[in-house]
């Protein structure tokens, strides 16, 4: 599959599906969202307490965590749903095929297309989103919150991985739809609130290494974690430190679940699709 894989086919799959998106407009308005909440967060984020201003760049993290949680897995789900059953319905897929290029080549190139467009907007939209306080930070606080913006992209490619299998697998745009709003429901809304009842329905006897295992089993809350443990002072405010196994907080393993997140869907869809 790798071996006789043509990179540029690939590029041109993916160029396409990345122009597409800049001329629908999709990138900018994508980008404004993030950029004004970024904005907003930053410096009015603790209104509630009393104080406007931006508190620092651990705070506006944290802020930024919940908020990117709703938002990103969203936007992904949405903009890969009908990357294929939508090119089946319009009978451009048949013709795609009737090509000189496989399947693998025209799933890879629409992924790495609409990832390019995923990340393109939320780099200009949280870079730009802090630009008016970029002399109130410093050179660590700048790593801190790049390292943010990357895991949200590769929360983004979970989500968009899974937003391609569910293209794969749905016959028509409808089904497609509606099982990508549904998987963000699971996944945002219902999936801690599971997690919540069976603590609760556990009496305590559940231990940490089960449930650091479970909370595995969530792109959002790998997200949450590689964001929590890059700082104590976010630690602080979330208050998980004492109830996650210790391999499960280094950023490196974090890194690699979410890894396998972006993979083993795209895998299972290139599978179906051939």
């Not at 043509?6 to 993030?34: P, S, Y």
């Not at 104080?51 to 919940?66: E, K, P, Y």
Request: proline share 3%; with cysteine; hydrophobic share 55%.
């Amino acid at each position: 599959m790798f071996k006789c894989m043509e990179l540029r086919q690939v590029r041109i799959i993916a160029g396409k599906e990345f122009r597409d998106r800049i001329r629908n407009l999709w990138v900018l308005a994508v980008a404004v969202i993030f950029s004004l909440f970024a904005l907003a967060i930053a410096y009015f984020g603790s209104a509630q307490q009393g104080s406007v201003g931006f508190r620092g760049i651990d705070v506006t993290i944290a802020s930024l965590v919940s908020l990117v949680i709703y938002l990103v897995p969203l936007i992904a789900l949405i903009l890969g749903y009908d990357a294929v059953v939508g090119e089946r319905e319009r009978g451009s897929l048949e013709l795609l095929l009737s090509m000189p290029i496989t399947r693998f080549e025209v799933l890879l190139g629409k992924y790495l297309g609409l990832s390019a467009a995923l990340a393109c907007s939320t780099v200009i939209g949280f870079g730009a989103g802090l630009l008016p306080l970029a002399s109130q930070l410093g050179t660590a606080d700048l790593y801190h919150y790049l390292g943010f913006v990357l895991s949200a992209i590769l929360m983004g490619m979970a989500f968009l991985s899974l937003s391609l299998l569910v293209s794969v697998l749905t016959s028509d745009r409808m089904r497609a739809s509606g099982l990508a709003i549904a998987l963000w429901f699971f996944f945002v809304l219902i999936f801690d609130l599971l997690l919540t009842g069976a603590l609760v329905a556990s009496q305590g006897s559940l231990s940490s290494g089960v449930f650091g295992a479970l909370l595995m089993l969530n792109p959002a809350d790998v997200f949450r974690l590689l964001n929590i443990f890059s700082s104590e002072q976010v630690q602080a405010m979330y208050g998980l430190a004492t109830v996650m196994p210790e391999n499960l907080t280094q950023p490196s393993v974090l890194a690699g679940i979410m890894l396998g997140w972006i993979v083993i869907p795209f895998l299972i869809a290139n599978w179906r699709f051939k």
